[in-house]
């Protein structure tokens, strides 16, 4: 039964690398970079400010820095020293030499699971339960979603990865969501505005980013 699902693995990990050209090079490599995510991080900040009292919005800032450090010490320092699963493109396993590789760029020895995957995932679950708002929760989910697609792309990361990542993701935003009440149960939360997180924040980013990966040296 695992044979099955690792060669499943492998055969989709093919099937998904293969799709590539110069421009979703670009696109992929922009996308799933850290940094370029920062002024998005910030109109959390913003909005997270605007309808909390600033205690419970410092439990918030607690909460989220929580979820993402369980989610990459989960991935990084516990589970794959334990695995050892070689990268799609490390040049130690075989199948590398049908991977594509954007900038030659191959990572560490190890991706599973992704932290990519369970960072994205940790901090979409932890805004989804603390605003329960379906049009952000949905586009949150498929930022992530894409993000994942990114590593498989970038030949970083088999689905299985993913997959593995996301359920860490999940785990860490839900047991630090669940700290975060527990301490800020007694507090009083401001009333949401409805206009407070705009629904199309998210496809305006997208849509800048369709716009710099034509320009963006890889």
Known sequence: MLDFFTDLDTQLMLFLNGWHTPYW????????????WLPFYAAFVFVILRNFKWRVSALIFVAIFLTIFFADQITATLLRPMFHRLRPCNLDNPLSQFIHVVANDRGGAYGFPSAHAAN???FAFFIHYLFRR???????FAWALMMCYTRI?????YPGDL???AMVGFVSASLSYCMFRYV????????????????YFLLLTLLT??????????
């Open 25 to 36: 090079d670009n696109f992929m490599w922009l996308y799933s970079s850290r940094w370029i």
């Open 120 to 122: 994205a995932f940790g």
């Open 134 to 140: 379906s049009s952000l929760s949905l586009l949150l």
């Open 153 to 157: 792309y970038l030949g970083r990361h």
């Open 163 to 165: 997959l593995a990542g």
């Open 184 to 199: 800020a149960g007694s507090q009083k939360h401001k009333k949401l505005h409805r206009q407070s997180i705009p629904p």
């Open 209 to 218: 980013f369709f716009i710099l990966s034509f320009f963006y040296p890889y």
